[in-house]
């Protein structure tokens, strides 16, 4: 009898064991997300909201799920009004940790037209530094004046190239944040294919909106199987909560990041459909942690 209550509560001690383990396996991984700050414009678009509710704000994305943040609104050394070592700190402090930065100096047509942009690289050379402070891993031109003709597009490559390797050098990736309007022709040649293939993919990366590329009635994956490895920071957008409109297939996205070579991706909102954007937030969230596959990032 003592023999068989001894087989007994070995067994169930391992199956116990073997269920434990296979809860532990199962654990769900992290889910990682930064968020464009531009989203929440209203409430620390500026220095004086920043300053106001920047805690506030950081702490709930925190609480969201967000993991990380992507800055807008770098200017002459600073982010926010705060030098890059305050705006890091800020962050960090909410437990999210600086990603990346939209920032740009823009060509003018006639910069573009004559392949001049020298004027632009001391900039850049401030910028750059300040952004390695801040502790940015990615600087993203969010958009720019599209060239009218291949001759300024050669220009406009040319000068990606040669800032991206400034970035390269400091340690950092650089990127081109795409909208919509970079999906037509110039002299009968896409716009956006000229840019992808005529800059180095050593030195510049493409974060594609995805929304946007949806409005230019274009495929997000049709693109990350044209130029794979090319897409190493994605911007997940829709029309205002990310899922809710059903015009993007998020999806397929998701299952595509390999091909796409997405690293990490931002959410980036341009409002909400109640006015509230941390609420709009907050369901988006929601919605990207359900999610099928949602690579973990920041590796």
Known sequence: MKKILFICSTLVAVVLTSCCCNQKEAAP?????ALQLYSARTLI???????????????????????????ANYKNGKFYG???EQFKADVEAAGLEVISSHTTYTLSQEQLESGDYSVAMPWWDECIAAHKAAGMKYIVIPSCRLPK??????TLCAYFNEVGKKVNE????????SHSFEFVKVEDVM????????TNPAYVFFQMDVYWAVMAKVSPVAYFKKYPGRFTL?????????GQSGMVGFDAIFKN?????????????????SGDILAGLKESAEYLLKADYVKPSYK
């Open 29 to 33: 991984v992290k889910k990682e997300m």
């Open 149 to 154: 003709t291949i001759k300024g597009l050669e």
């Open 82 to 84: 705060v030098s890059p």
């Open 191 to 198: 716009a956006y294919d000229y840019m992808v293939e005529h």
């Open 234 to 242: 994605l911007h997940i957008k829709d029309n205002k909560e990310i």
């Open 257 to 273: 990041f390999d091909s796409a070579g997405t690293a990490e991706y931002v959410v980036e909102m341009e409002g909400s459909s």
């Open 170 to 177: 400091a340690g950092m990736k650089f990127g081109y944040h």
């Open 45 to 71: 678009g500026d220095s004086a909201k920043y300053a106001q509710n920047h805690e506030s704000v950081f702490k709930a994305l925190a609480e969201y799920g967000y993991t990380g943040v992507e800055a």
